[in-house]
Structures are given as C-alpha cells and as structure tokens.
C-alpha cells in the first residue's frame, strides 16, 4: 500500500528564515509525487510534480527535490504570504488512473 | 475556464436528512474526484471516475453514501441519511491524462450535520 508521511506537523519560521519540508513515502513504483499548498477555507492549489530521482523543480522561494525515499520542499527567506498548509501527494503504480494518495501536511507560518 | 465549481459552498443539515453535493469538472478533464477533508484524516479520497465510468469506489464510507456523473460536466455526491459524523470538508477534483496528472481541486463544500 502506497504511504506518505510528511514532517513536521506545524511550522513557525520568521520572515526571510530559510527551512525544509519533508515528505516520506513508500511506493511500489512512483508515477509522481505533487506537492499542494491549502490556504484556509480553500482547495489544494497544485505547485510541483516531480517524477524521477534527482528531479528538482523552482518557483519563486520554492524548490522541491526528490530522491527515492522522499521529497524535500525547500522554502528559500519565506515571507508571511508563503503561511499555509502544505500537502505532499503521491501517484504510485497501483494507484489506477490518476489516483493520488496525500500526507495529512505541513502547516507553515511565517511571522514578520 | 473558471475552474472546478462545487456547490454549495456551506451546508448544515440536520441528522436523518438527505445531502446532495455538486461539482463541475473543468471543461476536457476526464478524471473526476471526490475527496473528504478532516482534521483527523486529512485528505480522503472516496470516489473517482473516468470518462464518467465509476472506477474506484473503495473509499465511500459506506452504503449511505453514493455519487454520479450523468455526464462529462457534472457529478454528485449524495449522503442519505447523513450523521454527524460525516461532518467535513468536501472536495471535488479533476484531471487530464493528456494535461498532466495533477488534480485541480474546487473550493470545497462545508458540510455539518447537526
């Protein structure tokens, strides 16, 4: 069964404070790994899909990596608008279709 | 395209009544889903379809829940009778085999069954 496991739980970072996000996961093959981010009262917002080991992906004070056990979202001098949650999702294998499988998230906030 | 629309966006009911959610897909996706978001469980998928076919049910909770896509630009989930216990946030989601397989997701419907 394909399980993904993200840390920490909660996140409190000062504004330009660099820091990283973990997701771990276990999959019998990987078709992808997504990262969402969730404002409140808000649907997941699609950010990153990374496919293969080594991949890595930018956009604006994000980066996310990933190897074959995990995936890093790297947030590079956060500002307060980068506070939310943060979801790592998996599509694996045995997930038919599109069939994705999240992590319960990372909730991140940033304070001035 | 203005995105996947759910309705309502809010809804209290009272336990025994019948719950009806809806979702519009975004126009070309075939891949539809219905998540169910709590504190507790996080995100959950229920119920997903393809090209309007059901495909994977395995996370309706149970009987009292049931979903339908008529057609490509249209599903529902129904919860009859709803419980307490079925209180969350409910989400639909949609998808392109040929756009990527990343899901877009609507804002959501707020149930609580009082």
């Known amino acids: 069964e394909d399980q993904v496991t993200q840390s920490p739980e909660a996140l409190r970072l000062q504004e330009g404070e660099s820091s990283s996000l973990n997701c771990s996961y276990t999959?019998?093959?990987?078709?992808?790994l997504f990262w969402y981010r969730q404002d409140p009262g808000k649907g997941p917002e699609f950010l990153f899909t990374l496919y293969s080991a080594g991949e890595e992906k930018e956009k604006e004070r994000l980066k996310a990596t990933l190897t074959k056990k995990e995936s890093f979202l790297h947030i590079t001098a956060p500002k307060p608008e980068d506070s939310a949650t943060y979801l790592c999702?998996?599509?694996?294998?045995?997930?038919?279709?599109?069939?994705?499988?999240f992590g319960t998230g990372t909730q991140l906030k940033v304070e001035l | 395209d203005a995105g996947v629309i759910q309705s309502p966006r809010h809804e209290v009911t009272e336990m025994g009544q019948e719950v009806t959610l809806r979702c519009k897909p975004i126009s070309g996706h075939d891949y539809l889903f219905w998540y169910r978001q709590t504190m507790m469980r996080g995100l959950e998928l229920l119920i997903y379809?393809?090209?309007?076919?059901?495909?994977?049910d395995s996370g309706m909770p149970e009987d009292r829940f049931s979903a339908k896509m008529p057609n490509a630009s249209f599903s529902t989930l129904k919860i009859q009778p709803s419980e307490p216990r079925d209180s969350a946030v409910y989400f639909c989601?949609?998808?392109?085999?040929?756009?990527?397989?990343?899901?877009?997701f609507g804002q959501g419907t707020r149930l609580t069954v009082v």
């Open positions: 379809f393809n090209n309007n076919v059901p495909i994977d």
């Open positions: 999702a998996l599509h694996g294998v045995t997930g038919g279709g599109n069939k994705l499988t």
């Open positions: 999959v019998s093959g990987l078709r992808g």
């Open positions: 989601a949609s998808s392109s085999h040929t756009g990527g397989t990343e899901a877009f």
